[in-house]
């Protein structure tokens, strides 16, 4: 991810949705998430999984609308 200036919309223009991404880089993401919800407590709220994710992706600057 590249580093942005802080203003909003700059931090806008690098956000892409996470659908627009290539499948290998999507199985790529989704691994990496796996290796980091191991570290989670266990949930079965579908609210709390799709924050968790969100969560997850805004800090490699992905949108996910969930």
């Known amino acids: 991810m590249r580093p942005t200036s ?4 700059d ?9 627009s991404r290539q499948p ?3 199985t790529e993401l989704l691994i990496a998430y796996g290796h980091d919800l191991e570290r ?8 709390v999984k799709t ?4 969560h997850w992706l805004a800090q490699r600057g992905i949108r996910y609308p969930g």
């Open 6 to 9: 802080g203003d909003p919309s």
């Open 40 to 47: 989670l407590p266990p949930t079965c709220d579908l609210g």
């Open 24 to 26: 290998q880089e999507q």
């Open 11 to 19: 931090d806008e223009a690098v956000r892409r949705d996470g659908s």
């Open 51 to 54: 924050a968790r994710l969100q």
